[in-house]
C-alpha cells in the first residue's frame, strides 16, 4: 500500500484492534497516512511489526502492541501501555472480530463464548477502561466494527449475527452516556469485504472466482476492499462527522437493501 499523506485525523492519537489483518490492518496503516499516531493491536507479531514498520517508513509513527483480547490482563495492559506511548486516546476502533458458521443446535456452549469474547466482550472492556480517560480528555471517538449480519442475519449465524447486534445496541447506550462528554460512539456495519474472514475455507486457486460470484449478490457487483473500508473509517473517526454519533454506519454496496437486478454490473472502468 502507498498513498499520499493526508490530514483528516493530524495530531490524533488511535488504537485499532485487529490490526494485523485485513479491514484494521488496512484502517492503522490509513490513519497514520493521514496523521494519526497510531497503536496496532493484534495478537500475530509478524503481521503486526510489518505493519508498523511500513507505517515508520512513510514518515509516521505507530506502534505494535501484543494482546489476545480474550484475556482481561492483556486489555488491561493494551490500555495502559497505550496511554504511555501516546499520551492520549482520541480515538479507539473495535475492529478485531472472529466468525463461526454453524446453527445453534451444532454449537458448543465454549465457541459461543470464544466469540463473544472477541466480539462483545472486548469492545466492552476497552470502552469501559477507555471512555473516563475520554471524558478528562472532553472528547474523543469510539468506532465499533458490527455488521450488516447484526442488523439483517442468517442461518448459521447464531454467535456471529447475535454478537454483532449487541455490539450495535452497546454502541448506542455508549453514545447515549457520553454524547454529554463530547465523545462519539459509531457502530459501524460493513457488508462483504476481502480479507481473511471473507475467504475462510476457500482455497487460493479459487478466490478470484467466488468474488465475482459472490459479487453478483451486491447491488453495486463488488466485494470492498480493506482500503474502501478504511478511507470511510477515517472520515468517521475525523472531526469531519462531529454530527454523527449513536448511529449504525452501513457501507455495504446495498446488500441488505435489497436484491440485486440481474444485468447491474458496474460501469466499464469502475472499481
Ligand atoms: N470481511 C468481511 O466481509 C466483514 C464483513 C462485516 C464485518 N466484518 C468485521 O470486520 C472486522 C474485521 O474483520 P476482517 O474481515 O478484517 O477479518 P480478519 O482479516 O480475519 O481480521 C481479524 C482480526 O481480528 C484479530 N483477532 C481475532 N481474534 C483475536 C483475539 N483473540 N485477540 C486479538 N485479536 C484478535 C485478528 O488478529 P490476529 O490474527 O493477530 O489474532 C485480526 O487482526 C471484524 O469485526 C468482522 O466481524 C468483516
Known sequence: MSRKHGGLLNGKKAIVTGATSGIGYATAYLFAINGAEVIATGRNEDKGMDLVSSINKSGRKAYFIKADLTKRDDLDLLVEEAIKKLGRIDILVNNAGVEILKDIDETELDEFTSLYKVNLFAPFYLMKKVIPHMRENNGGVIINVASTAGLSPYPGGGAYCSSKAALISLSKVAALENSKYGIRVVAFAPGLVQTRMFFEGVPE??????????????????????EDIAEILVFLASDKAWYITGSIVVADGGLITGRRESGNVPPEGKK
Request: charged share 45%; hydrophobic share 30%; aromatic share 4%.
Open 205 to 226: 486457486d479459487k478466490r478470484e472466482e467466488y468474488v465475482r460470484e459472490t459479487a453478483k449478490k451486491v447491488p453495486l457487483g463488488r466485494i470492498a476492499l480493506p
